[in-house]
T-cell receptor, first 113, second 116 residues
Framework: AQSVSQHNHHVILSEAASLELGCNYSYGGTVNLFWYVQYPGQHLQLLLKYFSGDPLVKGIKGFEAEFIKSKFSFNLRKPSVQWSDTAEYFCAVLSGNTGKLIFGQGTTLQVKP | NAGVTQTPKFQVLKTGQSMTLQCAQDMNHEYMSWYRQDPGMGLRLIHYSVGAGITDQGEVPNGYNVSRSTTEDFPLRLLSAAPSQTSVYFC???????????????FGPGTRLTVL
């Protein structure tokens, strides 16, 4: 069965620091990968997704992620975080063709002003 | 469009009680799912549906039932609530299976359930 692992459970950064959140998946075949964000008190929103093509994917709010097949990784990056990026971030992989997403454990990002 | 709506927002139950969490979407989406979110465990799939009349189990289906009599609605039933079902429940929907890469899964605002 597919699985997703996020290594960092809680990250604390100062504003303007660079961000990289790790995500590894288990499946070795074709994968469709997502990053979702959940701001405090809100529902999940899609940040970006990878299906094929350019392994460097750009999303909303200045986020990007790089798909590295050889490392089974899909790490999320942002060059300079803002206080408003404080949220929980989830990596997910699409399981099969039934709209099922398998999520990682989540990473809580706290940005200090 | 209202998107994906869930009711209630909060609920407190006693062990053994039953209840139904409501989920509705007005986007004519075929695919709908229920997830539960627990600290340190991310979101785990409970049940999902690929269309009206079709449902299947996800990772953690025990203690929950679903039905899909219409495209719009996908209620989640707790048959006999247990403290282990204390969680935040999210409903999600998408037009397609997401495999083509052009679609997005939309999430509802969640229901926070506490079982005493």
């Amino acid at each position: 069965a597919q699985s997703v692992s996020q290594h960092n459970h809680h990250v604390i950064l100062s504003e303007a620091a660079s961000l990289e959140l790790g995500c590894n998946y288990s499946y070795g075949g074709t994968v469709n990968l997502f990053w979702y964000v959940q701001y405090p008190g809100q529902h999940l929103q899609l940040l970006l997704k990878y299906f094929s093509g350019d392994p460097l994917v750009k999303g909303i709010k200045g986020f990007e992620a790089e798909f590295i097949k050889s490392k089974f990784s899909f790490n999320l990056r942002k060059p300079s975080v803002q206080w408003s990026d404080t949220a929980e971030y989830f990596c997910a992989v699409l399981s099969g063709n039934t709209g099922k997403l398998i999520f990682g454990q989540g990473t809580t990002l706290q940005v200090k002003p | 469009n209202a998107g994906v709506t869930q009711t209630p927002k909060f609920q407190v139950l006693k062990t053994g009680q039953s209840m139904t969490l409501q989920c509705a979407q007005d986007m004519n989406h075929e695919y709908m799912s229920w997830y539960r979110q627990d600290p340190g465990m991310g979101l785990r799939l409970i049940h999902y549906s690929v269309g009206a009349g079709i449902t299947d189990q996800g990772e953690v289906p025990n203690g929950y039932n679903v039905s899909r009599s219409t495209t719009e609605d996908f209620p989640l039933r707790l048959l006999s609530a247990a403290p282990s079902q204390t969680s935040v429940y999210f409903c999600a929907s998408s037009y397609s299976s997401l495999a083509e890469g052009t679609d997005t899964q939309y999430f509802g605002p969640g229901t926070r359930l506490t079982v005493l």
